[in-house]
Every structure is written in C-alpha cells, then in structure tokens.
C-alpha cells in the first residue's frame, strides 16, 4: 500500500465514522481544534497526517486511535 492509499483510506474512515455520527467537517474541524479544510484535505487523503492529528480526531470522534485504521 502506498503512502497515498493509505491516507485515502484514512479519509474515507474517518467520513464513515464522522457521518454515522452525524457530524458535518465543520463540526469536527470545532470539535478538534481545526478548520474545515483542514478536515476537508485529510478525508479526500490529500494531505499526509501526522499522528497527532489523527489522534486529535480521533478523540473528538469519540473513538480509539486505532479505529481510524480499520479498513
């Protein structure tokens, strides 16, 4: 898996869990400390995250770290 495969499905994840909980970006970009871009560049894998952002969605998620890499 590339390193642009993964950070695709990454966004695709973090959509899925985002949108269950019926969150917008926006919601999420307040919730953890990002702007909507932001979010928006991570969920269309155009940006390459750092872990530490991950685990900042994460938390605002409401879900384990790890969860953002069951694919």
Do not use: H, W
């Given at each position: 898996?590339?390193?642009?495969?993964?950070?695709?499905?990454?966004g695709?994840?973090i959509?899925?869990?985002?949108?269950k909980?019926?969150?917008s970006?926006?919601?999420?970009?307040?919730?953890?400390?990002?702007?909507r871009q932001?979010?928006?560049k991570?969920?269309?894998g155009?940006v390459?995250?750092t872990?530490y952002?991950?685990?900042?969605i994460?938390k605002?998620?409401?879900?384990?770290?790890?969860?953002?890499?069951?694919?």
């Open positions: 898996m590339t390193k642009d495969q993964l950070s695709k499905k990454i695709k994840k959509i899925e869990i985002r949108s909980k019926g969150l970006q926006s919601d999420l970009a307040r919730a953890c400390g990002k702007d932001a979010i928006e991570i969920e269309n155009k390459n995250s872990s952002s991950l685990y900042q994460s605002a998620l409401e879900v384990p770290l790890y969860e953002l890499f069951i694919f």
